[in-house]
Nanobody
Framework: QVQLVESGGGLVQPEGSLRLSCAAS????????MSWYRQAPGKERELVAF????????NYAASVKGRFTISRDNAKNTVYLQMNRLKSEDTAVYYC?????????????WGQGTQVTVSS
């Protein structure tokens, strides 16, 4: 059974930090690229950060570049999102996604999300 379980969300003050984790099971984690997305109330889900299966390449949304860092530990089947200097506009539900590119199609798995609220 495929599972992606996010954790680490919560309430934090502006300029604070949080580290999100996404624990994977039920598939070969090291073959999948991983991403973090977020969705704020009334807005579309947006890509926040991406990391390749080996961790050799990362990409970030312009709004978080320099503040957020995505990383992964393939031995622990876990991807992380370190979020620093948080702003109120970072408030959203954060989701992790696993993607396998088979060459002819994509296979995606999603987690259930974790709430991040940035407020004083």
């Amino acid at each position: 059974q495929v599972q992606l379980v996010e954790s680490g969300g919560g309430l934090v003050q502006p300029e604070g930090s949080l580290r999100l984790s996404c624990a994977a099971s039920g598939f070969t984690f090291s073959r999948y690229a991983m991403s973090w997305y977020r969705q704020a109330p009334g807005k579309e889900r947006e890509l926040v950060a991406f990391i390749t299966s080996t961790g050799g390449r990362t990409n970030y949304a312009a709004s978080v570049k320099g503040r957020f860092t995505i990383s992964r530990d393939n031995a622990k089947n876990t991807v992380y999102l370190q979020m620093n200097r948080l702003k109120s506009e970072d408030t959203a539900v954060y989701y992790c996604k696993a993607r396998l590119d088979s060459g002819s199609a994509y296979l995606d798995y999603w987690g259930q999300g974790t709430q991040v609220t940035v407020s004083s």
